[in-house]
Structure formats: C-alpha cells, structure tokens
C-alpha cells in the first residue's frame, strides 16, 4: 500500500504557458500533501505543504501566485507553474501523509519539467 | 542553517560488508526520524524511521540507530547488496508533519 502517483512524469513547454502537475494518493487517503523541488546533485527542497480543503502553506521564497497548489480532495493534489520560464525546469516531487497516520511520507515518482 | 547534517557525500562500501550512514542534528525538540532511499529521476522511498523515545529500531537488513545526547543517528545495511546502491536521505519531522532534509548520502556498493 502507500503508492503514490504524478502526471506526466515529464513535459516540455515554452516559456510563458502553464502546466499542470498532478499528484494522486492511489490507496490511501492523505489529508497533507508536499510538493518538493529537486535541482541537480542537490537535496529536496520544500516548495509547500497542501492540506484538504484549505490553502497551501508556501515556504519563503516560493511565490505562491506562480506556483498554485489545488488540494481539492484527499487523494488528489495539484501543482500549477504558471507563466513557466527556463528557471522553472526541475524535477518535481510530490509526497503524501497518510491521514490517521505518523510522520512518513510516501512519495510520488516525480515530474522533469524542461521550459524552452 | 542545516538543521539535519549528512556530512558524507558518497560512500563506497564492498557487496555483503555493513553499510554506516550518519546523520547529525541540531534541533533538541526534533523527536521522530526518517529514513529514505532515492534512485534517480525517481521519487524517494521510505525505508524506516524512529521516535526520540527509542534508540533503535531494526526491520530485516536495515537498523537505525538513535544517540539524543550527541544528536546522531544511524542507518546500517547488512549485509549491503548491489541493489542498496542509491542517495539515502535522513530527515526530521518538524511542525506540520513537514519533513528537514539532510543533503544525501551517495552509497556505492562495490562487487
């Protein structure tokens, strides 16, 4: 149990258009969602925490308007890069708590976006 | 600020031999941890995790170890196989049920 999925595992857009990263909990229900960064040979990177039903919590330095986060039921999390410029490829990882559940987190298999 | 220290890079360990990864922290009020496993281009995977209220915790080939006086923990694999060769990740659970990061450890797992 405890898989978690992403959609499209990679897309390439152009530079000012949208895209949508979604992530599914596909056998649990997860009330808490992350969204992470990961850049080259450097350590996750906490963009925002997406909880059920309410606003995502957006670290310093992520801009909220620029990254939106839709956690509209509790198995399904959205991230959204808007007006995507060449900075914005990375890697994109989602993770999920269980609700009820500890502290683990059980995580997607990522999303490579490349803008060009 | 790191709050969670993974201060080896890489690590290269023979096939069968114990692995030793180490992660130091500096946060007392930190009081569960968490172990991950990550292969590139992919998404971590939970390994095994322990509560401040234990100093160890073992599931088959894998131990984590926990020193609250010196803020350290430990993974050890034995005995270590091809397939344990991956980024091991250490982290801590904050407030929010958010997760602090170490940087990694590369291990290699030599034949």
């Known amino acids: 149990g405890a898989v978690v999925s992403q959609h499209p595992s990679w897309v390439i857009c152009k530079s000012g258009t949208s895209v949508k990263i979604e992530c599914r909990s596909l056998?649990?229900?997860?009330?808490?969602m992350f969204w992470y960064r990961q850049f080259p040979k450097q350590s996750l990177m906490l963009m925002a925490t997406s909880n059920e039903g309410s606003k995502a919590t957006y670290e310093q330095g992520v801009e909220k308007d620029k990254f939106l986060i839709n956690h509209a039921s509790l198995t399904l999390s959205t991230l959204t890069v808007t007006s995507a410029h060449p900075e914005d490829s990375s890697f994109y990882i989602c993770?999920?708590?269980?609700?009820?559940?500890?502290?683990?987190?059980?995580f997607g298999p990522g999303t490579r976006l490349t803008v060009t | 600020d790191q709050q969670v220290k993974q201060n080896s890079p890489s690590l290269s360990v023979q096939e069968g031999r114990i692995s030793i990864l180490n992660c130091d922290y500096t946060n007392s009020m930190f009081d569960y941890f968490l172990w991950y496993k990550k292969y590139p281009a992919e998404g971590p995977t939970f390994l095994i995790s322990i509560s401040s209220i234990k100093d160890k915790n073992e599931d088959g080939r894998f131990t984590v170890f926990l020193n609250k006086s010196a803020k350290h923990l430990s993974l050890h694999i034995v005995p270590s196989q091809p397939g344990d060769s991956a980024v091991y990740f250490c982290?801590?659970?904050?407030?929010?049920?958010?997760?602090?990061w170490g940087a990694g450890t590369k291990l290699i797992i030599k034949p």
């Open positions: 982290a801590a659970k904050a407030g929010n049920y958010q997760l602090i």
């Open positions: 993770s999920a708590r269980r609700t009820g559940g500890l502290y683990e987190q059980y």
């Open positions: 056998d649990f229900q997860a009330t808490t």
